[in-house]
Nanobody, 123 residues
Framework: QVQLVESGGGLVQAGGSLRLSCSISGRTSSSYTMGWFRQAPGQEREFVATISASVGSQDYADSVKGRFTISRDNAKNTVYLQMNSLKPEDTAVYYC????????????????WGQGTQVTVSS
């Protein structure tokens, strides 16, 4: 059974930083694309970042490019999202997910999801 557990969310002031973690069990994360998504109240879930299997190619939404960094620790089967220069509009529940497809942004192509972690950025 594949399980993903996010952690690291919290309340931070604008301009601050947080690092989210996603621990995976039941699947070797290095063999699959891993993605981060977020969902703000009343809005659809949106793509944030993804990292491919093997070579670890990264892709970012324009809204976070240059501020967020996705990475993975294969030995720990964990994926991270380092978030710097946070803005109030980054406030959302953040989810990690895994996909057997390469560098995909569509939520429908991810088959396992975590329960989410809340990130709140105050102005």
């Amino acid at each position: 059974q594949v399980q993903l557990v996010e952690s690291g969310g919290g309340l931070v002031q604008a301009g601050g930083s947080l690092r989210l973690s996603c621990s995976i069990s039941g699947r070797t994360s290095s063999s699959y694309t891993m993605g981060w998504f977020r969902q703000a109240p009343g809005q659809e879930r949106e793509f944030v970042a993804t990292i491919s299997a093997s070579v670890g190619s990264q892709d970012y939404a324009d809204s976070v490019k240059g501020r967020f960094t996705i990475s993975r620790d294969n030995a720990k089967n964990t994926v991270y999202l380092q978030m710097n220069s946070l803005k109030p509009e980054d406030t959302a529940v953040y989810y990690c997910a895994t996909s057997k497809y390469s560098q995909v942004r569509r939520t429908t192509l991810y088959d396992y999801w975590g329960q989410g972690t809340q990130v709140t950025v105050s102005s």
